[in-house]
């Protein structure tokens, strides 16, 4: 067991285009959830899922967020059409159940 | 809903004296909350949990958080601060189930 994994771990990309990121959950973990943290603030809810099922969406996720677990393993959070405030670090943790979440290491987004 | 907030966002403290981050919640349903660790440009590790077992939970390195449900608060302490403690803690708290929030971080700083 490896922990959780991100890629890439860092990101520049130009206003406008569209980027995709991938977690890899710790294996055999039924959820699986997506947070943004800008500097200097705590990591803010975006979306989890529960094995393929997309359960919760958060407000800050607008219709150019959208996110997919499609066999209940891996996800990706695609950006469509980035804007210079979706500059953040993309974190990703998974859990098993109810039980405790874990982290991995995000990936840094910067849009010029 | 539930809310975190870190009162202190910097707390400086001379290698070897008391430690204290605090953390105070608001949860409408009896919460699980944790400590996380951050270092720069990485993930959250996590520290310490309290799931309504004992209210003094006990860390690695020295730290341990107590949960008074009476003052909301989680606040995490180590008698004696060492230069390895620097990084920036999160306090978080989460339902049952579902998404964790977070507070905005406590940036501990030991001078030697």
């Known amino acids: 067991d490896t922990g959780v994994s991100q890629n890439p771990r860092h990101k520049i990309t130009k206003r406008g285009q569209n980027v995709t990121f991938r977690c890899d959950p710790i294996?055999?973990?039924?959820?699986l959830y997506w947070y943004r943290q800008t500097l200097g603030q705590g990591p803010e809810f975006l979306t989890y899922?529960?094995?393929?099922?997309?359960?919760?969406k958060s407000r800050l996720l607008s219709d150019r967020f959208s996110a997919e677990r499609p066999k209940g393993s891996f996800s990706t959070l695609e950006i469509q059409r980035t804007e210079q405030g979706d500059s953040a670090m993309y974190l990703c943790?998974?859990?098993?159940?109810?039980?405790?979440?874990?982290f991995g290491p995000g990936t840094r987004l910067t849009v010029l | 809903a539930q809310s975190v907030t870190q009162l202190g966002s910097h707390v400086s403290v001379s290698e070897g004296a008391l430690v204290l981050l605090r953390c105070n919640y608001s949860?409408?349903?009896?919460?699980?909350l944790f400590w996380y660790v951050q270092y720069p440009n990485q993930g959250l590790q996590l520290l310490l949990k309290?799931?309504?077992?004992?209210?003094l939970v006990k860390g690695i390195n020295g730290f341990e958080a107590e949960f008074k449900k009476s003052e909301t608060s989680f606040h995490r302490t180590k008698p004696s601060a060492h230069m390895s403690d620097a990084a920036e803690y999160f306090c978080?708290?989460?339902?049952?189930?579902?998404?964790?929030?977070f507070g905005d971080g406590t940036t501990l700083t030991v001078k030697p």
């Open positions: 943790a998974s859990s098993q159940g109810s039980d405790t979440q874990y």
């Open positions: 294996s055999e973990h039924n959820r």
């Open positions: 899922f529960q094995n393929e099922a997309q359960l919760e």
């Open positions: 949860s409408s349903v009896p919460p699980y």
């Open positions: 309290y799931t309504s077992a004992a209210t």
């Open positions: 978080a708290v989460r339902p049952n189930a579902g998404k964790s929030t």
